[in-house]
């Protein structure tokens, strides 16, 4: 019987593709619990892109399609899993009234792969620099402009989302809760 053997017909690339999956998938999963270094290296890489087309002077197209790209992601980022104006879920969902039981907010979109997704962006952004082919003769003050109306536009809607249904995507400003504290007085000291 044939495919019941230990013969592969894994070709020599397709093994060596695996094992660099393996490894990436290795060292991503180190990265996880790490948020703070991770976002500080994509930031150094986005001021290296920067550098690059501030120097080369070109490459406008390609930035601009990198901002709507993080533009898009940062609205899934911002965006609850469910959106209680066009689905009906079985899990949680966002209260929309004070009285409503409180669901924890679930990101459509988890930092892990937005910050994951904007870094290979930009990765990918980078090496589009060296090929001249991308660099497309653009007034690059136009598509500035054009993309600051987008996001404004963008943010404006997104912000009254989270306004009329009242959910903070961001653990600032939101109410911590501690332990248990004791309100006995100690041994030692009494309130006469």
């Not at 501030?54 to 601009?64: A, K, R």
């Not at 459509?108 to 090496?127: D, G, M, N, Q, Y």
């Not at 911590?176 to 000291?189: D, E, Q, V």
């Amino acid at each position: 019987m044939e495919g019941l053997g230990g013969s592969s017909t894994e070709t020599p690339i397709s093994k060596k593709f695996h094992e660099f999956s393996r490894i990436y998938q290795y060292y991503l999963d180190k990265t996880t619990p790490h948020a703070i270094p991770r976002w500080v290296g994509t930031g150094i890489l986005a001021l290296i892109y920067a550098s690059r087309v501030y120097f080369v002077e070109g490459f406008y197209v390609i930035t601009y399609a990198l901002g709507i790209y993080i533009l898009n992601l940062l609205i899934g980022f911002l965006s609850p899993l469910v959106d209680p104006e066009v689905e009906v879920s079985d899990g949680p969902v966002l209260p929309t009234k004070g009285s409503d039981e409180f669901k924890p907010f679930i990101r459509r979109l988890p930092e892990f792969k937005f910050w994951h997704s904007i870094t290979k962006a930009f990765c990918i952004a980078f090496v589009m620099t060296f090929f001249s082919v991308f660099d497309v003769p653009v007034f690059w003050p136009i598509l500035l402009c054009y993309w600051i109306v987008l996001f404004v536009l963008t943010m404006k809607r997104q912000i009254g989302h989270m306004i009329k249904h009242r959910y903070v995507p961001f653990n600032v400003g939101k109410q911590k809760y501690g332990g248990k504290k004791s309100g006995a007085p100690t041994s030692g000291s009494r309130a006469d």
